[in-house]
T-cell receptor
Framework: DTGVSQNPRHKITKRGQNVTFRCDPISEHNRLYWYRQTLGQGPEFLTYFQNEAQLEKSRLLSDRFSAERPKGSFSTLEIQRTEQGDSAMYLC??????????FGPGTRLTVT | AQTVTQSQPEMSVQEAETVTLSCTYDTSENNYYLFWYKQPPSRQMILVIRQEAYKQQNATENRFSVNFQKAAKSFSLKISDSQLGDTAMYFCAFSDMDSNYQLIWGAGTKLIIKP
């Protein structure tokens, strides 16, 4: 198993554009989490999937953000009409049940 | 709501010394998990150690050990024989069933190991 992977690793976009990130979890992990981390801060929870069901979304997640996990495998996080405040590192983590979460390398988004 | 506090923004020690990072948390739950994660510069988050609240015995992983004081809601990390590769941001995190085991994070402590 190669661990959690995320693509792209870096994304630079202009304000107002849409972006989509992908996360491939560890294959036997049924839970998948998205977090956002700004420079010098701890991560903040965005959303959570158990298998293909999105069971929780943070109040931080505006309606410009949407996430999917079709068939309970990989997940995508889309941000529509990006704003400069969306610039951050987007982290994906997976776990089996309530065991520890394993993180991917993150996608660094810069909105210009 | 659960909160996690790390009161040391930055620490530095000489290589081979022992260092202790502090973490306190607030919760009304009795069953929960606590974690220390390490984030080296420009690298991904790595789990250092995990503690289940129902276990009285403190967790240890090689040079890393915790001092878990449930009544005081304190969860400190001790790194023995520190190495240059221990230089990183260290985050304390909390999770429980009520929040679907999402991680609630402290602000982090930047640890610098000096040669």
């Amino acid at each position: 198993d190669t661990g959690v992977s995320q693509n792209p690793r870096h994304k630079i976009t202009k304000r107002g554009q849409n972006v989509t990130f992908r996360c491939d979890p560890i294959s036997e992990h049924n839970r998948l989490y998205w977090y956002r981390q700004t420079l010098g801060q701890g991560p903040e929870f965005l959303t959570y999937f158990q298998n293909e069901a999105q069971l929780e979304k943070s109040r931080l997640l505006s309606d410009r953000f949407s996430a999917e996990r079709p068939k309970g495998s990989f997940s995508t996080l889309e941000i529509q009409r990006t704003e400069q405040g969306d610039s951050a590192m987007y982290l994906c983590a997976s776990s089996f049940e309530n065991y520890e979460q394993y993180f991917g390398p993150g996608t660094r988004l810069t909105v210009t | 709501a659960q909160t996690v506090t790390q009161s040391q923004p930055e620490m530095s020690v000489q290589e081979a010394e022992t260092v202790t990072l502090s973490c306190t948390y607030d919760t009304s739950e009795n069953n929960y998990y606590l974690f220390w994660y390490k984030q080296p510069p420009s690298r991904q988050m790595i789990l250092v150690i995990r503690q289940e609240a129902y276990k009285q015995q403190n967790a240890t992983e090689n040079r890393f050990s915790v001092n878990f004081q449930k009544a005081a809601k304190s969860f400190s990390l001790k790194i023995s024989d520190s190495q240059l590769g221990d230089t990183a941001m260290y985050f304390c995190a909390f999770s429980d069933m009520d929040s679907n085991y999402q991680l609630i994070w402290g602000a982090g402590t930047k640890l610098i190991i000096k040669p």
